[in-house]
T-cell receptor, first 108, second 115 residues
Framework: EDKVVQSPLSLVVHEGDTVTLNCSYE??????LLWYKQEKKAPTFLFML????IEKKSGRLSSILDKKELFSILNITATQTGDSAVYLC????????FGAGTRLTVKP | GAGVSQSPSNKVTEKGKDVELRCDPI?????LYWYRQSLGQGLEFLIY????????KSGLPSDRFSAERTGGSVSTLTIQRTQQEDSAVYLC?????????????FGNGTRLTVT
């Protein structure tokens, strides 16, 4: 059965810490894996990963895909309180399925 | 507007009533998705439209839920005989196509409260 699993479900850190969020997947005919950030309302797109081993980077956020081991990680360095959000990963099956998300709380 | 628009933003209804939620996708986007998000939970897939193809209804939780997409644009999600467990945020998203290089663009959702 196709599925996307995220861990941890919840994470609390202090400003300045570095965090790693995990997403594993089992998808028939894998095409891509996507990361989103959800604060109060609409999830906003962060990264799309299609190739193994190539890091995508945006500021303090970076992500990489391992197609052999079927997982992706999202790293956030020097965390800030504004990074507090739910981080979602998703993979297209016949439609687009999401993991349960990781709720990140960054304390001052 | 430039983004996905959903209305209403909030809806409070009594148990047993029917509700209609509306989604205006980004112009030209052929793929449209509905998701449900209960408090503190992830996104639960409901239904997916792609162009003129038959929709993928595999995520609809019961026959009280239905959705239409008229003219390949605006979509309406209808919940009949609402129950308290239907209370959630209903999110709509669109993308240019179902291809893997098309991230979803989300609306701000409709928060449904069934009393």
């Amino acid at each position: 059965e196709d599925k996307v699993v995220q861990s941890p479900l919840s994470l609390v850190v202090h400003e300045g810490d570095t965090v790693t969020l995990n997403c594993s997947y089992e998808v028939t005919n894998f095409r891509s894996l996507l990361w989103y950030k959800q604060e109060k309302k609409a999830p906003t797109f962060l990264f799309m990963l299609t190739s193994s081993g190539i890091e995508k980077k945006s500021g303090r956020l970076s992500s990489i895909l391992d197609k052999k081991e079927l997982f992706s990680i999202l790293n956030i360095t020097a965390t800030q309180t504004g990074d507090s959000a739910v981080y979602l990963c998703a993979a297209p099956f016949n439609d687009m399925r999401f993991g349960a998300g990781t709720r990140l709380t960054v304390k001052p | 507007g430039a983004g996905v628009s959903q209305s209403p933003s909030n809806k409070v209804t009594e148990k047993g009533k029917d509700v209609e939620l509306r989604c205006d996708p980004i112009s030209g986007h052929t793929a449209l998705y509905w998701y449900r998000q209960s408090l503190g939970q992830g996104l639960e897939f409901l239904i997916y439209f792609q162009g003129n193809s038959a929709p993928d209804k595999s995520g609809l939780p019961s026959d009280r839920f239905s959705a239409e997409r008229t003219g390949g644009s605006v979509s309406t999600l209808t919940i009949q005989r609402t129950q308290q467990e239907d209370s959630a945020v209903y999110l709509c998203a669109s993308s240019p196509s179902r291809l893997s290089n098309s991230p979803l663009h989300f609306g701000n959702g409709t928060r449904l409260t069934v009393t």
